[in-house]
């Protein structure tokens, strides 16, 4: 009986290991799919068109009457939508592994505020860029601040998503993934 009982229990051992390996390998792949879709060349484009927005709004803020190449910034707009869509639709279709954490709904969620900002915000101060109206700083200054407003969400998303990849990591001891820092 002991003999029988000391196979079980290794038998049952080995197989919770083994299933382990495989809840880790399976993490590690989600978590790996999730950083490929958020960072890279979708996250490289949409931070271009944030500085480039931000390079114009600097240079018309020291002199409003500069002339601003608002056809350069919509295009790099449309691309930094595009990167955002593509990094949605790499994340829409993950199955969600860890419905405790949400990892994936959390990316998403920040994924639909930038979309949000580059459809609204964004097209909005362009608009005012490419006015020749008489109140077009005011009008700017007013586009500006409603993106302003919307900081403190934008942080809160932000830090949202990456508490729940530190715990995602955490829960599954997952190292460093390509490209990130540990600090």
Same mark, same amino acid.
Request: net charge negative.
């Given at each position: 009986?002991?003999?029988?009982?000391?196979?079980?229990?290794?038998t049952a051992t080995f197989?919770?290991?083994? =299933?382990?390996?495989?809840? /880790?390998? &399976? @993490?590690?792949?989600?978590?790996?799919? !999730?950083?490929?879709? $958020?960072?890279?060349?979708?996250?490289?484009?949409?931070?271009?068109?944030? =500085?480039?927005?931000?390079? /114009?709004? &600097? @240079?018309?803020?020291?002199?409003?009457? !500069?002339?601003?190449? $608002?056809?350069?910034?919509?295009?790099?707009?449309?691309?930094?939508?595009?990167?955002?869509?593509?990094?949605?639709?790499?994340?829409?279709?993950?199955?969600?592994?860890?419905?405790?954490?949400?990892?994936?709904?959390?990316?998403?969620?920040?994924?639909?505020?930038?979309?949000?900002?580059?459809?609204?915000?964004?097209?909005?101060?362009?608009?005012?860029?490419?006015?020749?109206?008489?109140?077009?700083?005011?009008?700017?200054?007013?586009?500006?601040?409603?993106?302003?407003?919307?900081e403190k969400e934008?942080?809160?998303?932000?830090?949202?998503?990456?508490?729940?990849?530190?715990?995602?990591?955490?829960?599954?001891?997952?190292?460093?993934?390509?490209?990130?820092?540990?600090?």
């Amino acid at each position: 009986m002991q003999k029988y009982l000391l196979l079980f229990l290794f038998t049952a051992t080995f197989l919770f290991a083994c =299933d382990q390996k495989a809840d /880790t390998a &399976k @993490a590690n792949q989600f978590a790996t799919q !999730i950083h490929d879709a $958020t960072t890279g060349s979708n996250k490289a484009i949409q931070q271009a068109f944030i =500085d480039k927005m931000t390079e /114009t709004l &600097k @240079a018309v803020k020291q002199d409003n009457a !500069i002339k601003v190449d $608002t056809r350069t910034l919509r295009q790099s707009l449309n691309d930094a939508i595009q990167a955002n869509h593509k990094s949605f639709v790499a994340l829409n279709g993950l199955t969600e592994i860890d419905n405790s954490i949400q990892l994936k709904e959390k990316a998403i969620a920040e994924n639909r505020l930038f979309l949000s900002l580059y459809e609204h915000e964004f097209i909005t101060i362009i608009d005012a860029l490419e006015s020749d109206a008489p109140g077009k700083m005011a009008t700017l200054d007013k586009c500006i601040s409603a993106f302003s407003s919307r900081e403190k969400e934008i942080r809160a998303t932000q830090r949202t998503a990456q508490e729940a990849a530190a715990d995602f990591e955490q829960k599954y001891n997952i190292g460093n993934l390509p490209g990130e820092d540990k600090k």
